[in-house]
C-alpha cells in the first residue's frame, strides 16, 4: 500500500525529556512537512524539507529539530526547549514545487502528551 | 500572518441541506485547496483551484474563487450525516514553498 505513516500514535513525554516522532512515506514524494495543531486550531508550520539533506524552518520552528537523510523518511524531535509541546502532530508529503499538483497527503497524527 | 480565516467557525445543519463555509487570505496564490479532518485524524485533500480558475466542481463539492477578494468558498450539497468533519482552506502561496492552512470550520450533520 501506498501512503504515509507515523509513529506511534500516542506519546507520553516527562517534562525535560527530547523526544521523536516518526514519519515515513513510500510515495516517492520530494517535500515533506511537519505541523502542530492545538484544540480547535488549524494548522502550523513547523518545518519543511523539499529535498533530501535540505530542510527549513517554518513559523514555530523554536523548540524543533528535524532530518532529512532518506526520501522516505523525515522524523521530527521534540526538544525540552520546546515550552508548550502537548499537541497533535501531523506530518504531510507532496511531490514536490515542480509538479504542479500541490496536494498534500497527510500521515494520521501523533497526539504527544506532556505529563 | 499569511494564514486564512474561515468563516463560520461552527455550522450545524440538518441532513440533506446545503453546506456553506468561506475562507480569505492575505497574499497572492498559486491555488487553494480544501481539506477534510475527521475527529483525532489526519487531513485528507478535497479539491484544488487554480488561480487563474473561478469555479470547480467534484461531486456534491462546488469550490469557488474570487482572487480579487482574496476568497474562496466550498459548498457541501445534499449534505450527509458522514460529512460531519472540519474543513480547512489551504492556500500555496507564490513565493516560497509553503502551504498555509486556515483555522477551519467545524460542520455537524444532523441526521
Known amino acids: 500500500d501506498g501512503g504515509i505513516t507515523q509513529s506511534p500514535k500516542y506519546l507520553f513525554r516527562k517534562e525535560g525529556q527530547n523526544v521523536t516522532l516518526s514519519c515515513e512515506q513510500n510515495?516517492?514524494?520530494?517535500?515533506m512537512y511537519w505541523y502542530r495543531q492545538d484544540p480547535g486550531q488549524g494548522l502550523r508550520l513547523i518545518y519543511y524539507s523539499q529535498i533530501v539533506n535540505d530542510f527549513q524552518k517554518g513559523d514555530i520552528a523554536e523548540g524543533y529539530s528535524v532530518s532529512r537523510e532518506k526520501k522516505e523518511s523525515f522524523p521530527l524531535t521534540v526538544t525540552s526547549a520546546q515550552k508548550n509541546p502537548t499537541a497533535f502532530y501531523l506530518c504531510a508529503s507532496a511531490p514536490g514545487w515542480t509538479s504542479g499538483r500541490g496536494e498534500q497527503f497527510f500521515g494520521p497524527g501523533t497526539r504527544l502528551t506532556v505529563l | 500572518s499569511q494564514q486564512g480565516e474561515e468563516d463560520p467557525q461552527a455550522l450545524s445543519i440538518q441532513e440533506g441541506e446545503n453546506a456553506t463555509m468561506n475562507c480569505s487570505y492575505k497574499t497572492s496564490i498559486n491555488n487553494l485547496q480544501w481539506y477534510r479532518q475527521n475527529s483525532g485524524r489526519g487531513l485528507v485533500h478535497l479539491i484544488l483551484?487554480?488561480?487563474?480558475?473561478r469555479e470547480k466542481h467534484s461531486g456534491r463539492l462546488r469550490v469557488t474563487l474570487d482572487t480579487s477578494k482574496k476568497s474562496s468558498s466550498l459548498l457541501i450539497t445534499a449534505s450527509r450525516a458522514a460529512d460531519t468533519a472540519s474543513y480547512f482552506c489551504a492556500t500555496d502561496v507564490r513565493t516560497g514553498n509553503q502551504f498555509y492552512f486556515g483555522t477551519g470550520t467545524s460542520l455537524t450533520v444532523i441526521p
Open positions: 510515495l516517492n514524494h520530494d517535500a
Open positions: 483551484i487554480r488561480s487563474n480558475e
